[in-house]
Structures are given as C-alpha cells and as structure tokens.
C-alpha cells in the first residue's frame, strides 16, 4: 500500500462526509458533486487496490493475506453502492447515506493501513 496515497483517500473520504452532512443539513438531495467526488474516491480506491494487489505479489504485505483482501474488496464495493444508494433516495436521506459511507471509507482504509504495516 502507498501511505500517502491511502492518506488522500482518508481525506477525500472525510470530505465527502462533510459535504454529505452539509446537504443533508439543508434538507437537500444527493447532487452532481457527491457523485463525483464518489466517482474520484473509487478512481483512488482503485489505484490503491492495485498497488495493494502488485505489492502482494511481489511478496511484500501481511500475514493477515486474507483479512486485507476482505477490507479491500469492502472499501471497493461502498462507494458505488453509497452513490446507487443515494440517488434512489431523493430526499436528504440520500445525502445522509452518502456520508455513512464516505466514514466507512475512511475507516476502513485506516484499518488496511494497519494490517499492512503489521501494527494491528
């Protein structure tokens, strides 16, 4: 994993929180931007999978092989599934699962910062 990579998708994942709580706080719908600051966070999720993936078959990473693949496919599966999510929704509920989804983003990424680096 690239740490400073997986440190701006934390961000991005806590911004697009921010944002979501923000819309949802003026009683608004999911919008264009959150769907594309979901489409960017995905981009950045998948570059850091395929970093994750080429370290692992180079011989680097955990023993924890099969719990860093769970989180990775996790982190994979939110974003997509927040955006469908929220654009069924049409009310500020759809802004609300936005940001349940972004969090879950960051920490899951944090989580997969530890079981590579062995601290957890």
């Given at each position: 994993?690239?740490?400073?990579?997986?440190?701006?998708?934390?961000?991005?994942?806590?911004?697009?929180?921010?944002?979501?709580?923000?819309?949802?706080?003026?009683?608004?719908?999911?919008?264009?931007?959150?769907?594309?600051a979901l489409g960017v966070l995905e981009i950045g999720l998948l570059v850091?999978?395929?970093?994750?993936?080429?370290?692992?078959?180079?011989?680097?990473?955990?023993?924890?092989?099969?719990?860093?693949?769970?989180?990775?496919?996790?982190?994979?599966?939110?974003?997509?599934?927040?955006?469908?999510?929220?654009?069924?929704?049409?009310?500020?509920?759809?802004?609300?699962?936005?940001?349940?989804?972004?969090?879950?983003?960051?920490?899951?990424?944090?989580?997969?910062?530890?079981?590579?680096?062995?601290?957890?």
């Open positions: 994993m690239i740490g400073p990579l997986a440190t701006g998708v934390i961000v991005l994942s806590l911004v697009i929180v921010v944002a979501a709580i923000v819309t949802a706080a003026r009683n608004r719908a999911m919008g264009t931007v959150l769907l594309v850091q999978a395929g970093f994750t993936v080429a370290g692992m078959v180079r011989g680097e990473g955990p023993d924890e092989t099969p719990t860093l693949i769970g989180y990775l496919a996790g982190t994979l599966v939110i974003p997509p599934a927040a955006a469908f999510l929220g654009l069924a929704e049409r009310s500020r509920w759809g802004a609300i699962v936005i940001a349940v989804g972004g969090f879950a983003v960051c920490v899951m990424v944090g989580r997969l910062l530890q079981i590579w680096q062995g601290t957890a």
